[in-house]
């Protein structure tokens, strides 16, 4: 199992960019795909996900696709959240997560299909 510790959430105006990132203590071979999921309340979102082998190919709902990039940097075994144009209503916890089993197209925007979570950092968007 891995630990994951994020990093990066902010107060910031509307129209501004943050980039959150998510450190992997562990093996991040061993990982199928890493995702950022948001909660604003009880809801757990994901907005973007990333799989962690050869091939990085990376899953983002309409709703944030054109605003949110995920990219990783396997030498410092990090996952990144660029979210740019940010709005109040991106406002909540945002969360990383890795999952060790395959997952469908469908799946990999689905927490319950991830072991690890991380503790979590704000993001907070108001004018």
């Known amino acids: 199992q891995v630990q994951l510790v994020e990093s990066g959430g902010d107060s910031v105006q509307p129209g501004s960019s943050l980039i959150l990132s998510c450190t992997i203590s562990g093996n991040p071979r061993d990982l199928f795909a890493t995702a950022w999921f948001r909660q604003i309340g009880k809801e757990r979102e994901g907005v973007a996900a990333i799989l962690m082998g050869g091939n990085p190919q990376k899953y983002r709902p309409p709703a944030v696709r054109d605003r949110y990039t995920i990219y990783r940097d396997d030498v410092k075994k990090t996952v990144h959240l660029q979210m740019k144009n940010l709005k109040v209503e991106d406002t909540a916890v945002y969360f990383c997560?890795?999952?060790?089993?395959?997952?469908?197209?469908?799946?990999?925007?689905?927490?319950?299909?991830?072991?690890?979570w991380g503790q979590g950092t704000q993001v907070t968007v108001s004018s």
């Open positions: 997560a890795t999952g060790t089993r395959p997952m469908t197209v469908k799946g990999v925007l689905k927490s319950e299909n991830y072991d690890s």
